[in-house]
């Protein structure tokens, strides 16, 4: 009798932590927001990257550091792609972006950029005139894998900055 009450209480034990855990924002927060429509956001930033052409007709992205850990200086980091979407549900920002990748053409890209306020899911004009911004580059192929990793380091004047890829031999480079 005393291990049918044991079992019992554990079996009662085990139904309390399930409601607990089904009773929680967990599972909507892990399922990915529903929306009916993206608006592309525009941007007067540009970065050119040169020196591409050994990865033509590949896509390409680009990234500033300043995500991985504190900048002292910057409360903003940087983001480039050809396109970048918000996605809204009946006329409400949902916390969703997508982006197109670029594409290098005649051995250079030219990306549109973006800048992202640290702790906002919403991506905005950049026009600023940051100076010695490394960002990180990544380059895919066709089939959608990873063939190159670099970066660029960029002085941009109004949002417009140009610069030379460098090669960065590393597989787990970010």
């Given amino acids: 009798m005393k291990n049918i009450t044991k079992i019992l209480m554990f079996i009662a034990f085990l139904a309390l932590i399930g409601i607990t855990v089904f009773s929680c924002d967990y599972i909507k927060e892990t399922e990915p927001p529903e929306y009916d429509e ?6 007067n ?3 050119t990257i040169t020196g591409l052409s050994d990865y033509e007709g590949c896509l390409i992205q680009a990234h500033t550091s300043y995500g991985a850990g504190p900048v002292p200086d910057k409360e903003f980091g940087l983001y480039a792609f050809d396109q970048l979407f918000h996605a809204y549900l009946d006329g409400e920002y949902v916390g969703v972006t997508e982006n197109t990748n670029a594409m ?3 051995g250079q890209s030219t990306l549109n950029v973006f800048k992202n ?3 906002s899911k919403l991506y905005e004009n950049y026009n600023g005139n940051d100076q010695d911004i490394e960002f990180h580059i990544g380059i895919w192929s066709a089939d959608d894998k990873i063939s ?9 004047t109004n949002g417009i900055g140009n610069g030379d890829f460098l090669f960065v031999n590393d597989s787990n480079y970010d």
């Fill in 38 to 43: 993206l608006r592309e956001v525009s941007t």
């Fill in 45 to 47: 930033g540009r970065l």
């Fill in 104 to 106: 290098v053409i005649d």
């Fill in 117 to 119: 306020i640290f702790g």
């Fill in 148 to 156: 190159a990793y670099g970066t660029v380091t960029i002085n941009f």
